[in-house]
C-alpha cells in the first residue's frame, strides 16, 4: 500500500488530494486522528480497519443522532461495521466544505435511508423524524402529528406519487434550499 | 412472484432513472445487472465512453472530476486508473491547454490552502456554529466582514491622506494665499488648548475628541491645504482628500454588492423557497455541525418547534380562511391603528434627539463632568430611544397578530427605520444649526455659516460622531458588565420560578446586527471630517467580537427560534446598503453645498468642496483636458449609455429563458414520473395476465 499506520506517502498523499476534496492539511489531519482511534495491534496491519465503537467516540459525531448510520453508509466492509482510513476520508470528502451538492444529497439520501431500500418510505420518514426531533418521550411528536407531518412530505415531494421519495425527488427538494451545503458539513 | 416481479421492476426503474450522474452531457442510461444485495442505489459510472469510441472523439472529452463521484475510494481509484491507461490522442495545444489547467488548479488550491490558514477567527467561528447554530454565526461572519472592511478602507485613508499629510507638513506650508474680503473674522480659529488643566480633562477630552485631542491629524481642521508641485512630483492634497473620501464609498459599494451578489444569486435561484417546506425541514434541517450533546439537544428542540408551529399554523390557516367578513374588518383595522401608534412613538423619539441635539450644542462651553453629560447628550437619547421604541413595537406587532415569520419582519424593519433615520435627525439637526437654516440669521451672513459657534465645523461634525461611535462601544460594554453578567448569577442561583422562566439573556440576532449596521453608517458619515474614524472603528469591532463571544459563551442561552441564515445575510446586507445611502446623502450635500470653514482644513480658501475638482482640472495638460472634454461630450457618453442598454437587455432575455428552461424541465420531470407510473402499473396487469393465466 505505501504507508504504514504512522506516515502518509507523499505519493499517496497526492493522490488522496486528486480523489477527494480534501486539502494536504485536513487529509494529515484526518490521519492523525485516525490513527488514534486504531488500538495499538491493529496500527501495525498494512490497511487497518477502526471499529464502530472507537469511531463514534470522536467528538464530531459523538452527539450526532446519525451517526450510526454515517458509519453504516462510508463502510466498505461486508457486515458494515468499522471504516478504513480510505472509507474515513470518503467520509470527510463527502462532508467537507468544497465537496458538490450532487455528492452530498447523494449520501444524504444514504443516510435517510433506513432500510437501505434505495427509497424513503414512510417508515424511514418516520424514523427520520424521530431522530430529529430526539429520541425522548417528551420531544417526540404525537401520532396525529407525525401522521400530518409525513402526508406533507410525501404530498410536496413525491412527485411521481408512488408513496415514496426517490433519489430524484429529494435531490429536487434539496437543490431549492440554500441552507443545505452549509449545514451538511463535518470539518475535524 | 408477482410482488417479487413487481419490486424487481420498481428496482429496475429506480437504476434506471436513479442517477442522471453529474452534470454535463448526455450519459447513456444503462442499466446496471440486477445484484441480489442491492445496498442502496446504484451509479452509473461507467461514462459515454462506450458511444464515443465508435465516433474515436476522445480527445474532446476532459477527465471527468473523480472526486464528485459517490463511491468507495478504491473504486475510484480504479476509475482513475483506467482512465489514465486511456491515453487519449491530443494535439499538441491541447496536451498544453491540458498541463496549464492541471496546473492552474494545483497553484488555486495552494492559494485556498494558504487563505483558509490565516482567515482571520476560523477556528472561534466553527465553535460559535457548532454550538449556537447557523443564524448566531452569521452574525460573527457578518462583523468579520465589517473588520476587513474598516481595516482596508482605514489603510486606504492613511496611504493617500495621512502619511503625505504628515511628510508634507514639514516640508511645505500653506501654498494658497487667501484674498482678504473682510473675512477675518471668519479665519479664526482658536484651537490652543486651556494650558491651566486639571489632569482628569485629559480623559474627559479623550472621550469627547475635545481639548488636546482637537488639533490633532484626528480630526479635519488639522489638515492643510498643500499643494506640493516639484519638478516631476506633485501631490494636491487637497484633491487628494476628496478623491480618497469619494473613493472609500466606493469602495466599500464594491465590498458589500460583491459580497450581497453570491446571495442573492443563491437566493434567486432556490426562488425564495416558500413552498415546501414540511420537506426542506426535514431533509435539510439537521445541522451537522453540532459539536456537543447540549448542542444537539438544542437543535432538536428548535426542529421540534419548528414543525410544531408550521403544522399549528397550518391549522390555524385552515380556520381562519373561515374567518366572518365582521372579524376581517376589525383585523385590519386594528392593525392599521397599531401601525399609526408605532409610527407616532418613532416621530416621538425622533422630535426627542432634535431637542436633546439643539440643547447640547447650546450648552457647548461648559466644562467638567456635566459639560461631559451635555455633550453626550444627543447619543444617550438615541441610544435610549434604539431601546425603549423597538420594545414597544415589538409588544405592537404582537397585538397586530400577523404570521410569525412576517412580525419579525416587520419589527425589524421598523427598528432599521427608527436607527437610521434618528442619525440621519442629528444630522439635519447639526446642519441647521451650522448653516443657520441655509444662511438666513445674520450670524451666517458674513461666512456663510455660523462661525461664531462653529468656527471649524468639520471637526465639530467629526467629533460628534466620534462620540457617537465611543459611546456605542461603551454602552456595549457597559450592558456586558451590568446586565448580562449579573442575569446569569441571578439565574444560576436562584431557584425562583419566575426567574427560570425568564431564564439566561438569549442572542437576538438582529438587534445586534442592527447595532453594527448603525455603528458603521456612523463612521462613514464621519469618514470625510474625521479620516482616522475607520481605523478606530476597526479596533471597536474587534473589541466588540471579542466582548460578544465572552458573553455568548458565558450568559446566554441559544434562541428557541431558528433564524434563516441565507435570507437574513441578504437582509443585513440590504441595510447596511440603506445605511450606506443615508452617509453619501450627507456626503454629497457637505461637499457641493456647504461653505468650509475658512479658518481650517485642507479646503479652507475656496466656496465649497467640490471647487478644488475644476480648479485642478486647469492644472493638467491640455491634451488630458481634451481627453476628459470628450469622454464627458455627448459624441462619446451617448453610445456608451446605448451600448450598456444593449448589454442589459441580453442579461434580460438570458434570464428569461433560463427561467423559462428550468420550468420547462420541472414539467418534464412530472411526465417522466407519469411514464414511470404507467409503465409500473402496465408490468402489473402483465403480471396479473401472466399469473391467471397460469
Known sequence: MGATASHLGKDLLSEYQELTFLTKQEILLAHKRFTELLSREDKNLPDPRAPTEAILTLP????????????????????????????????????????????????????????????????????????????????????????????????????????????????????????????????? | MNSQLQRQGSATAVQGTGYTSDQGSPRLRRVTSSRSDQNGPQFNWRPASAAQEDAGQEAAVPPKDLRALPMPMALKRAISQVQQMQVPVLSSFQSWKRSKAKSLSRARKSIGGFLHYITLWRRSLNKIGGNFGDGVQSYFLFLRFLVVLNFLSSMLIIGFVLIPSIVFRSVASDSVNMTDNGTAECRQYDHKPDPLVRYFSYFLDLLSGTGFMEYTYLFYGYYRNTMVAESDFSYNIPLAYLFTAVFYFAFCLICITARAGTAVRVAVATGGGATGSYSRIVFTGWDFGCLSDRATKLKQKNLHYQLQVDLEEERIKNEAASLTLRRKVLLYSSRILLSLVAFGLIIAAFYGIYQATTFSQRKVKETGVLGLFYEYLPSIVITVGNFVVPVLCDQIALLERYNPSITVIVALLRSVFLRMVSLGVLLFTLWSQITCFEGVSEECALCHYNYKSYPCWETRVGQEMYKLTLFDLLITLAMLVLVEFPRRMVVDNSSNKLIQFVGRQEFLVPVNVLGLVYGQTVVWTGALF????????????????????????????????????????????????????????????????????????????????????????????????????????????????????????????LASVYGKSVDLLKAQLKLEARDKQFLVKQIEELSRTLGVAK
Open chain 2, 530 to 653: 474625521c479620516p482616522l474614524l475607520p481605523l478606530i472603528n476597526t479596533l471597536k469591532f474587534v473589541i466588540v467580537f471579542y466582548a460578544k463571544k465572552i458573553t455568548l459563551f458565558s450568559n446566554c442561552r441559544p434562541a428557541a427560534k431558528t433564524f434563516r441564515s441565507t435570507k437574513s445575510k441578504v437582509f443585513f446586507l440590504l441595510v447596511l446598503l440603506f445605511g450606506w445611502s443615508l452617509a453619501l446623502v450627507a456626503l454629497i450635500y457637505s461637499i457641493a453645498e456647504i461653505h468650509p470653514s475658512m479658518s481650517c482644513g485642507p479646503f479652507r480658501s475656496l466656496a465649497s468642496m467640490w471647487t478644488i475638482v475644476p480648479e485642478s482640472f486647469y492644472s493638467l495638460s491640455f491634451t488630458t483636458q481634451d481627453f476628459l472634454y470628450f469622454i464627458g461630450s455627448q459624441r462619446f457618453s451617448i453610445p456608451l449609455f446605448l451600448f450598456f442598454s444593449v448589454v442589459m437587455c441580453y442579461f434580460i432575455a
Open chain 1, 60 to 188: 464530531e459525531l459523538k452527539s450526532n443522532p446519525f451517526r450510526e448510520r454515517i458509519v453504516r453508509v462510508f463502510s466498505t466492509s461486508e457486515s458494515r461495521d468499522g471504516l478504513t482510513f480510505e472509507d474515513f476520508l470518503d467520509l470527510l470528502s463527502a462532508f467537507s466544505d468544497s465537496a458538490t451538492l450532487e455528492i452530498k444529497s447523494h449520501y444524504a439520501f444514504r443516510i435517510f435511508d433506513f432500510d437501505d431500500d434505495g427509497t424513503l418510505d414512510e417508515n424511514d420518514l418516520e424514523k427520520l423524524v424521530n431522530c430529529l426531533t430526539g429520541e425522548t418521550e417528551e420531544t417526540r411528536l404525537t401520532p396525529d402529528e407525525m401522521k400530518q407531518l409525513i402526508s406533507n412530505i410525501l404530498e410536496e415531494s413525491d412527485i411521481d406519487k408512488d408513496g415514496t421519495v426517490n433519489l430524484s425527488e429529494f435531490q429536487h427538494v434539496i437543490s431549492r434550499s440554500p441552507d443545505f451545503v452549509s449545514s451538511f458539513k463535518i470539518v475535524l
